[in-house]
């Protein structure tokens, strides 16, 4: 049964004569009978406020009609002129209540186009289920043509490239229109890397993401979150125009949590928690929402790196394979290489089964705190700068403890997002790197 129901009369007409509004109040009759009782939330899509015509004077609310206002009342009306500002506030309020199967009542005509916004604007957290917009009158059914001006009765079942195309550059221009939240987009960057490179680490204000754990500048789209993919560029190109990178050169590690790194212009593997490029202008991140963004960069051969460092990965070694990357692809010294954590968990709310602490205690006791309890607290930041001198890395080219850098990400809901912290629906933040064009 749906949680959510959305009858579909955007850009709809109805006409002045009294069977118009007997049809409109039998249809909203009909799916209050069928759907009220177990649905949470009843919508009307609609182009502008509900009104008609008659013949050419001035428009006149249906909601004077005898018996229709108090229907109405039932139902939450979101009117606007660009569909995609209608749907997003309808995935707003749907939101809000923690919904997630919808049904969509809508002419059959524009079923296609309107699941192709959908497609745009919802990811697989969202069951829907569509149904045919008919009205009731007399017992019998009248087919939904009889109250709308249309120029098509028939169902399309394809969308033209071209009005795909339409449909992404109206979803944009909308999402461009929207206001940042919870304050302005911050970047933190490291006095070590040099003015060669564009580099950064975001935090989670200044975007467009309102799910609260993902608001607002989550960088990453998951079939599994409420944030779709056009959220998550939205953003994204918020962040390129703030740092001065070209978004259509972006490149994002493929988590996996091993050690597995990709260096760029071979082929690009099924995944991997590292990348390194001597390209100008592309721009590589990584990801990190309690795990470490890792980012390094060698000034005198002129080539950069990022690694994804969570608590396997570190384990693995992942930040000196990168190195060793650096090293065989580019010719790069151990003594050039700069390398920058990234804002990741903390000693503090980070713990591990025993079992899984014990190569962290391996490595140094000093990376565990007590580690005799079920639970040990482990230092994943600790542990990568250990393997990372063990390497041959020099301590000075490591920064790991300043400023913003080095706050946990779970102690600080007002900075970064935190897996540990929030659950599942965690938001992401990311570090980058680019070589300036």
């Known amino acids: 049964m749906a949680e959510a129901v959305l009858i579909d009369f955007f850009g ?13 109040l039998k249809t909203l009759n009909a799916v209050r009978y069928h759907h009220a009782a177990k649905a949470k939330f009843l919508c009307i ?18 909601e004077a009609s005898n018996g229709l206002s108090a229907v109405l009342r039932e139902f939450e009306t979101v009117s606007n002129p660009s569909m995609a500002a209608s749907l997003y506030t309808i995935k707003q309020k749907i939101d809000e209540k923690n919904l997630s199967s919808i049904k969509v009542i809508v002419p059959k005509h524009r079923k296609t186009l309107l699941k192709a916004f959908i497609d745009q604007l919802f990811t697989n957290v969202y069951n829907f289920e569509f149904e045919d917009l008919q009205v009731t009158l ?18 399309i079942n394809m969308i ?11 979803i944009k221009t909308y999402l461009r229109s929207l206001p940042a939240l919870k304050g302005e987009l911050t970047i933190i960057t490291s006095p070590l890397i040099s003015d060669i490179f564009l580099h950064g680490f975001t935090t989670r204000t200044g975007g467009i993401s309102y799910i609260p754990t993902l608001s607002s500048f989550n960088l990453f789209s998951s079939s599994k979150r409420r944030d779709p993919k056009v959220v998550v560029q939205e ?53 990190g929402a309690d795990c470490i963004p890792i980012v390094f960069a060698d000034p005198v051969k002129k080539a950069c790196g990022v690694a994804h460092s969570g608590w396997r990965g570190t384990l693995l070694g992942v930040a000196m394979a990168t190195v060793h990357a650096l090293i065989t692809e580019y010719g790069c010294s151990l003594e050039d290489i700069i390398v920058v954590l990234g804002p990741s968990v903390g000693p503090c709310c980070f713990t591990l089964p025993r079992e899984s602490a014990k190569g962290f205690h391996n490595l140094d006791p000093e990376c565990v705190r007590l580690f005799d309890s079920p639970n040990p607290y482990v230092d994943i930041r600790k542990a990568t700068r250990i393997l990372l001198e063990r390497g041959g890395i020099l301590p000075q080219n490591i920064q790991d403890l300043n400023q913003d850098l080095n706050i946990c990400t779970s102690c600080h809901p007002d900075k970064f997002f935190s897996h540990v912290r929030d ?12 070589i300036r064009e």
């Open 12 to 24: 709809l007409k109805f006409n002045s004569q009294k069977n118009s509004h007997q049809l409109l």
């Open 45 to 62: 899509m609609c182009c502008n406020s509900i009104s008609c015509e008659r013949d050419g004077e001035h428009n006149f609310e249906l």
């Open 138 to 155: 007399r017992g019998g059914l009248v087919k939904q043509s009889m109250i709308m001006i249309t120029d098509q009765e028939q169902e």
């Open 160 to 170: 033209t490239d071209q009005e795909q195309e339409a449909i992404q550059n109206e």
């Open 235 to 287: 953003n994204l190109r918020r962040l390129g125009n703030a740092a001065g990178f070209n978004v259509e050169k972006f490149y994002q590690i493929k988590t996996d949590h091993a050690n597995d790194v990709w260096i760029m212009g071979r082929k690009e593997p099924e995944s991997y928690d590292g990348i390194t490029t001597n390209q100008r202008g592309v721009t590589i991140a990584a990801l």
């Open 423 to 434: 659950g599942l629906n965690f938001g992401t933040q990311i570090g980058f790197i680019s």
